[in-house]
């Protein structure tokens, strides 16, 4: 047994380096220094938070007027929605409740600052009966199954 050396240290395996710590910036200047072979590469568009480009610039953008807006309801909309909810003796949060969307959208109806959609209108028309869409805007709503 005289063979077995206390002093030495026999290492069975070792883990090899994580590829994090190998792209540190330590790591690559000590693999200069050694002599290896460093490979460096740029990715494309590395480093950048590029996304898609709009179609139009800015500038453009600034002067435009018309195309970019979105309609809102109409005057005549807006006072029939609250004519109708003041006969049918409803506040807007009432009429809200009744149509199932938060009384800022009925706010916004009123004031005209709402963008139309269709199925919130028609909503609104069963509550108040008054026709709010197509050509015969303001006459009452026949009740379903009667024409």
């Known amino acids: 047994m005289s063979e077995s050396d206390w002093d030495t240290v026999t290492v069975l395996r070792k883990k090899a380096p994580k590829a994090s710590s190998l792209k540190t910036e330590s790591a690559v200047n000590q693999a200069r220094r050694q002599g290896l072979a460093v490979e460096t590469s740029q990715k494309f568009n590395a480093g950048t938070n590029k996304q898609h480009t709009a179609p139009k610039n800015t500038a453009k953008l600034d002067r435009e007027h018309e ?5 809102q309801v109409s005057h005549s909309v807006s006072k029939l929605i609250m004519q109708g909810r003041q006969a049918k003796g409803l506040s807007q949060k009432d009429l809200a409740t009744k149509i199932c969307e938060k009384p800022q959208i009925v706010n916004d109806y009123e004031a005209g600052r709402g963008i139309p959609n269709n199925l919130i209108l028609g909503k609104i028309e069963r509550v108040i009966g008054i026709k709010l869409r ?8 026949a009740p379903p199954g009667k024409k």
């Open 134 to 141: 197509g050509k015969d805007i303001g006459t009452p709503v």
């Open 67 to 71: 195309e970019l807006k979105h309609k």
